[in-house]
């Protein structure tokens, strides 16, 4: 080979060994808008970790090298264990050193400083916050049984990652998963079929889940059908003798995305199950679990679109065509721009939602969660390949991340609730409180006031709500309100002009493609916000 005909050039470098946070101004500043600065020098630590080249390439070895099922040992004694690549655990532990997995709860910021450090590493490597993400909202599920929160508090909180085979008692660190769908039911749980019969104190669970998510984690919270209805379990991997539960792996799902993390079937075959909440109230009881896993999905999808496009503006200012700058073509200007709009918009909107749970801003909360996680992560997967195109054929590659994160970005919007369970949820939570959906869009009105659109998007939400087709035009309504909600957390936290050009291009009328918006002076100051030239 001929170093003359394989000589290297005009290609960008390794995006690596940077700070994550220090080169995301919307991340700072949405943090600093909640109140939140003091939490700067921790995030700024966390930042620099997550930059190195080091961590980045274990979410590429992670995803490359999937886990694998062993359901037998070589004498047909019966395993029911998953393996995983070092990178995995690498991994694992990092995020549970750094508090991934458990919400500082009554902190002043607990949960938006977690939601901040969750941004980035769902950027880095996304698969692996799947049990982060249920064993920090586990707690609010098992609070309906306090000896069984008490007993594993400790542990569920501890910054410890213990990925031994061996009973939750016996270790310092453990992680929950999540049983609900069954094959006949899907998003229907109250069609499940698994049946709980009263053991002791405890049930015998028999039956089988088409999703077991995290099936390596060391208890899961299960809905089966007990005597007096659907009912919420707490069932461990291990009995309390130290025997293994009878809980039967049958496979792994061969899944899209989220490749590092597993997902299995799984037979129930009389499993010990502690009851969690009366019987009867399953989906009353995981409910509170259900709202922090959504908005686990909107902040990694947050952070998902914040990683391709950092991608996309790194390969831009190093990248020559036409004897430009790919960053200086106007035509690119305006793609990368649209999409810093965007990627802004989300960051906000998801950090502010964080910040009203360490609040006890329930209407928002309430209201605003599924409509937060319906948009953005709806939006997540259009993103993610306009960065990808960005890059042309270098970005289509797999020695991209970007076709990982373009795989990935899909299941966030079906997990834990698909577009239109979110906007039917929306249409729910407004009609059983009108008076606080009513206060709430009346706040948000003001705290957007005087941007484009904002008077428009109002009366577009009431109309629909009002509809006598509400139900088909929930999701209509469900993306307003989260524009809405987006613009008003952009005033809090950003520039003047990124939210009037927000409010411009998102409020005042629909988008168009990327790129095809006229930001005006807002251009420059989004490329600049977005990540800082180096």
Not at 239 to 251: E, F, K, M, W
Not at 355 to 364: Q, V
Request: aromatic share 6%.
């Amino acid at each position: 080979m001929s170093a003359e005909t394989h000589a290297v050039f005009n290609q960008s470098p390794p995006f690596a060994d940077l700070n994550l946070v220090a080169a995301d101004a919307p991340l700072r500043g949405a943090l600093a808008g909640s109140g939140a600065a003091d939490e700067m020098p921790a995030l700024l630590a966390f930042g620099a970790a997550w930059g190195t080249a080091e961590r980045l390439d274990l979410g590429r070895l992670a995803n490359e090298n999937p886990p694998r099922l062993r359901t037998h040992d070589a004498r047909g004694r019966r395993l029911d264990t998953v393996e995983f690549h070092p990178a995995y655990h690498a991994l694992m532990a990092a995020s549970v050193a750094d508090g991934l997995h458990a919400a500082e709860r009554g902190a002043p910021h607990g949960h938006l400083a977690r939601a901040a450090r969750l941004y980035v590493a769902a950027g880095v490597e996304c698969g692996h916050v799947c049990p982060l993400t249920m064993t920090n909202a586990a707690a609010a599920a098992l609070a309906a049984a306090p000896d069984l929160l008490g007993a594993w508090r400790p542990r569920l909180t501890a910054r410890s990652y213990d990925p031994r085979f061996r009973p939750w008692f016996e270790k310092a660190g453990v992680t929950l998963g999540m049983g609900m769908t069954e094959k006949q039911g899907g998003t229907d749980v109250r069609a499940n079929t698994t049946r709980a019969e009263p053991a002791g104190d405890a049930y015998a669970l028999t039956g089988h889940k088409w999703f077991l998510s995290a099936p390596m984690s060391d208890g899961f919270l299960v809905l089966a059908q007990a005597p007096g209805g659907l009912t919420c379990f707490l069932v461990p991997r291990h009995r309390p003798d130290g025997s293994v539960n009878a809980l039967r792996l049958q496979r792994l799902k061969d899944k899209l995305g989220n490749r590092s993390n597993a997902s299995s079937e799984v037979e129930f075959a009389g499993a010990l199950g502690w009851r969690v909440g009366p019987e009867g109230r399953g989906v009353p009881t995981i409910i509170g679990m259900v709202q922090l896993t959504r908005l686990d999905c909107a902040v990694a999808s947050a952070g998902l679109e914040r990683m391709a496009l950092a991608l996309a503006l790194h390969h831009a200012r190093h990248r020559q065509a036409f004897g430009r700058a790919l960053i200086a073509q106007p035509a690119m200007r305006a793609v990368l721009a649209d999409l810093a709009l965007a990627v802004e918009a989300q960051t906000a909107l998801t950090m502010r939602l964080a910040a009203s749970f360490d609040r006890g801003e329930e209407a928002r909360t309430r209201l605003l969660t599924p409509a937060v996680k319906f948009a953005v992560c709806k939006a997540a997967p259009g993103l993610v390949y306009e960065a990808m195109e960005c890059l042309g054929g270098n970005g289509y590659v797999e020695e991209s991340p970007l076709p990982r994160l373009y795989r990935e970005a899909p299941v966030n919007a079906i997990w834990e609730g698909s577009g239109n369970v979110m906007a039917l949820d929306v249409l729910r939570a407004a009609n059983r409180a009108p008076e606080a959906a009513e206060a709430l869009l009346a706040e948000l009105a003001a705290e957007a006031d005087g941007l484009p659109g904002v008077r428009e998007a109002v009366a577009d939400f009431t109309a629909a709500l009002r509809s006598p087709d509400a139900e088909a035009r929930a999701r209509f309504a469900t993306g307003r309100l989260a524009s809405l909600a987006a613009a008003a957390a952009l005033v809090g936290c950003a520039p003047a002009a990124v939210a009037e050009a927000f409010g411009a291009t998102r409020l005042a009328r629909e988008p168009g493609p990327f790129g095809a918006s006229d930001l005006g002076p807002a251009t420059d100051l989004l490329l600049a916000r977005a990540l800082p030239e180096t």
